[in-house]
């Protein structure tokens, strides 16, 4: 999955949601059930999110939604063995990107 947002400090939660394509409520049941993701909070509670937390959900997002792992198998995975969750995750997104990049010159073609 490919995500796009533009490069910022933080990010409100409707911008996360909007480019997951998912509820804000779900945004905020993952910050509760994965302790990875920590959003600061402003003077008025809103909650602002870091390119880290970006990541973060990608993971997650990977995991739950792609691969299909429960949420608490989501959890064990990213406890059990994080280095490598993150890392096979990086490349499997890098891979995706040069597949689009591809995609798009054979169109050009």
Do not use: C
């Amino acid at each position: 999955m490919h995500i796009n947002l533009p490069e910022k400090r933080y990010y409100k939660i409707g911008e996360v949601a909007k480019a997951f394509n998912v509820n804000t409520s779900l945004i905020r049941f993952w910050e509760k059930e994965f302790a990875i993701i920590k959003p600061k909070k402003n003077a008025k509670g809103n909650r602002l999110f870091t390119a880290e937390d970006i990541a973060n959900f990608k993971l997650i997002f990977n995991l739950v939604k792609e691969r299909g792992f429960t949420l608490e198998g989501a959890k064990q995975k990213l406890k059990k063995n994080p280095d490598s969750t993150i890392y096979n995750h990086e490349i499997i997104s890098k891979l995706e990107g040069v597949k689009a990049e591809l995609i798009k010159i054979k169109n050009q073609l």
